[in-house]
């Protein structure tokens, strides 16, 4: 365990609102054509890499201080 998170124990799992939107999600790309499936796959790709940076900025700066 980190000594600035002692009690940190890191959830995997999906919420029930989650789980629905996946649900919501996964209906809706089953009529998608295949290249408005593959932008929004990229799209999504790059959320995740925005995701991770701000992630990697705020620990940065948090073990900076």
């Known amino acids: 365990m980190d000594a600035h998170f002692p009690n940190f124990k890191l959830n995997i799992d999906l919420s029930l609102e989650q789980k629905f939107q996946m649900r919501i999600f996964e209906e809706s790309i089953q009529v998608?054509?295949?290249e408005e499936?593959?932008?929004l796959l990229l799209e999504a790709s790059k959320?995740?890499?925005v995701k991770d940076n701000i992630i990697k900025g705020l620990m940065k700066?948090?073990?900076a201080e």
């Open 37 to 39: 499936a593959r932008k």
């Open 47 to 49: 959320l995740l890499m």
């Open 61 to 63: 700066h948090d073990l």
């Open 32 to 34: 998608m054509k295949p």
